[in-house]
């Protein structure tokens, strides 16, 4: 009954995991959420929860294979794209708002106030990151615009040569494989017992041996090597591709807030209408 009712300590303690689930994005910010909320954690082979007011510890896996750990991290990783930080906890640089936009659109009068001290918390933001990044000076921060742009153009470049590299390398350990596959087939011809035979009977991997040879000297293998070698290659490149890829990310973010800072820049010297009195509070940040 207290099941159905949604009060025995199992149905309560399915809703707090379902919820810290939901707002976590890694396995120990679940965990966090779970003490938040009040649940003593025991972990050690299994994991188990207990209320404040609960005698026993709850072993997870008693509330059903769904809440067992290892679909815990499941659902975690799943949720781990939806979950994004409130915007009002954001402390990127935003746009300023184009009052006049909203002003002839009929919105309400107390609009323009809250937007002129929106966009006054926004220039104080924009001051302080160039501040903090030492580019008061508006030719520097031109220079590290354009910096920021070619160090984002430097990793696209190498990105495609990384893809180029991988591809040739796969082809490389495609061809390697057959033709370590073909060469047997030849060298058992010597102990064959007749060798005229074996080799009309064997002839297509003879003529595909000469082909690959000639394929891998285009590729600029000279000498066959190992397949750990290969593999070992093409593990780097991948981990290097994986790297770049998120330096070139981060420095997206960058230029995406530089560029938020060059508009709101010019937006702040050339807007007279930011000028409107406000109280240390109203400003605070």
């Not at 009040?38 to 929860?49: A, D, I, P, S, W």
């Not at 309400?108 to 809250?114: A, H, I, K």
Request: some cysteine; hydrophobic content about 30%.
């Amino acid at each position: 009954m207290e099941y159905h009712r949604g009060t025995s300590w199992k149905a309560k303690l399915r809703v707090a995991v379902d919820k810290a689930i939901w707002t976590s994005i890694n396995y120990e910010e679940f965990l966090q959420k779970m003490q938040l909320a009040g649940y003593e954690v025991r972990q050690g082979k299994h994991l188990f929860f207990r209320a404040p007011e609960q005698k026993n510890f709850t072993y997870m896996k008693s509330l059903g294979s769904y809440y067992s750990e290892e679909n815990v991290r499941i659902r975690l990783a799943k949720n781990r794209n939806k979950i994004k930080a409130p915007r009002h906890l954001s402390r990127e640089a935003r746009l300023y708002i184009n009052i006049s936009t909203y002003i002839t659109t009929g919105n309400r009068e107390c609009f323009e106030r809250w937007a002129k001290l929106n966009n006054l918390k926004e220039a104080a933001r924009t001051f302080n990151y160039l501040s903090e990044n030492n580019l008061l000076n508006y030719e520097d921060f031109q220079q590290h615009l354009s910096d920021v742009d070619a160090s984002v153009n430097a990793a696209d470049q190498r990105i495609i040569q990384i893809n180029n590299e991988l591809s040739t390398q796969k082809v490389i350990q495609k061809h390697c494989d057959s033709y370590r596959l073909c060469r047997k087939v030849i060298e058992d011809c010597k102990s064959a017992k007749n060798p005229k035979a074996y080799r009309t009977k064997h002839q297509a991997e003879y003529q595909l041996h000469d082909s690959l040879k000639k394929e891998l000297q285009d590729l600029g293998v000279t000498k066959i090597p190992s397949s750990n070698k290969i593999q070992n290659r093409i593990e780097n490149l991948e981990s290097e591709q994986a790297a770049t890829v998120r330096e070139k990310q981060e420095l997206q973010k960058k230029q995406k807030t530089l560029n938020i800072i060059r508009q709101n820049f010019t937006a702040l010297l050339n807007a007279p209408e930011m000028q409107i009195p406000i109280s240390e509070k109203e400003l605070t940040l």
